[in-house]
Structure formats: C-alpha cells, structure tokens
C-alpha cells in the first residue's frame, strides 16, 4: 500500500451531504487559484479554478469561493458521493520576480460515509 | 492514450545509486514541471521547462539534473541517491508557463531509497 499522509486533516461526510474543504492563503499578490483532487496512487487532477478578480465560480457539482480580505479558498461539494473520497489541494499562483509557479496548500483528506 | 507519462511507476534502490526517471506528455503542451510529494501529501515544485529551456529552478540539490531533450519529454537524472530522496515524483505539463494554465499530472514514480 502507499504512504499515507497521517498528518493530513480529515473531513468525514455522509453520503449526499454537502461537503466544504477550506484553505488559507498566504500572498496577497496571488491572481490565480486551482483546486486539485488526487485519487490513491494517482497524480493530481484539475477541478475548478477562480481568478482574483471574482469572489465565486461554479462548475458541475462544486463551487469555489474567494475571500481575498481574508486570504481564504473554499470548495464546496454537492451531494458528495464516493467517488469523491480523496486528498485535495488548493494551489495559488505567486508571481515572484515574474515567475509563474504554483504553490500547492497542505491538503485535506475527504473521507465519504456510506 | 495517456496525456501525461511517467516510468518507473515504482523504483526501488539503494543510497548511493544513480537514477533517472522519464516523462512524456503527448498534449502538444510548451510547459512540463518536476514536482516531489513526500509522505506527509506536501507537493512541492523542483523545475519548470518552456520549450526545452529551464524557468523554474527552486532550491533543489544539485544532485538533481532535470534534462528536456525536446518540448515533449523531460527526465529528472538523481546522483547519488540519499534516503530523504524517497518520495513521489509527479511530472505535469501545462499549455504555458503563466499564469491561469491548468497543469496536467502524471501518474507519479513512488522513488523508495534504502
């Protein structure tokens, strides 16, 4: 089996509820932002990005919320389901020295309850 | 028809050794990335290539040589392996190197150093 990350915070939901995974934010110069979901024993895959000149986008299931006051990511999950138990990042992109990179969060554990 | 590949999947070696890992991405992207995830889920970038040039450098040891031999391939060569080499290594491409380019991740090399 894999390495498991046992330091990763965990959020438990029952299936069909709602599910909220928060992230903070260190630099305010940030512009861009991606939430990130990786599956057991694979790569990180794309779910829903926000630029910093809106505070709220939706795709098909989740919403991603910015707080730029507070430095503060949320992605929102509908009516969860098992398939979306796994590990997700948000990443933001700094442009130090004008260099684009990606800095991905810690990442939280989303667990689904059968 | 895999967008983004990595081989080895797993590999397994002792200190010392010399190793290289490939990476190819077949979306006709500009931009590919080495990144390391160690055991706690933390992802961190190592080196970014546009156009087989080097962008991104972060503070990697210089055991470490990434080598682009052209826009659809970059490999990461370790010397002299040591045991906090251990960890997942996921190669991603992205259309550029800016900012709002969605990266897309291979499936990462569980690197194992005994």
């Known amino acids: 089996g894999e390495s498991v990350g046992l330091h990763l915070p965990t959020l438990s939901v029952q299936e069909g509820d709602n599910s909220i995974i928060n992230c903070a934010y260190s630099?305010?110069?940030?512009?861009?932002f991606i939430w990130y979901k990786q599956e057991s024993g694979k790569g990180p895959q794309f779910i829903i990005d926000?630029?910093?000149?809106?505070d709220k986008r939706q795709g098909q299931r989740v919403t991603v919320l910015l707080n730029k006051t507070v430095k503060h990511l949320s992605l929102q999950i509908a009516a969860t389901q098992p398939g979306d138990s796994a590990v997700y990042f948000c990443?933001?992109?700094?442009?130090?020295?004008?260099?684009?990179?990606?800095?991905f969060g810690t990442g939280t554990r989303l667990k689904v309850l059968a | 028809d895999t967008a983004v590949s990595q081989t080895p999947k797993y590999l397994v070696t002792q200190m010392g050794n010399d190793k290289s890992i490939k990476c190819e991405q077949n979306?006709?992207?500009?931009?590919m990335y080495w990144y390391k995830q160690d055991s706690k889920k933390f992802l961190k970038i190592m080196f970014s290539?546009?156009?087989?040039?080097?962008?991104i450098n972060e503070t990697v040891p210089n055991r470490f040589s990434p080598k682009s031999p052209d826009k659809a391939h970059l490999n990461l060569h370790i010397n002299s392996l040591e045991l906090g080499d251990s960890a997942v290594y996921f190669c991603?491409?992205?259309?550029?190197?800016?900012?709002?380019?969605?990266?897309?991740f291979g499936p990462g090399t569980r690197l194992t150093v005994t």
């Open positions: 991603a491409s992205s259309q550029g190197p800016g900012s709002s380019y969605e990266q897309y």
């Open positions: 630099n305010s110069a940030s512009d861009y």
């Open positions: 926000i630029r910093s000149n809106m």
């Open positions: 990443a933001e992109n700094r442009v130090p020295s004008g260099t684009y990179k990606y800095i």
């Open positions: 979306l006709g992207h500009d931009t």
């Open positions: 290539y546009n156009n087989k040039e080097l962008i």
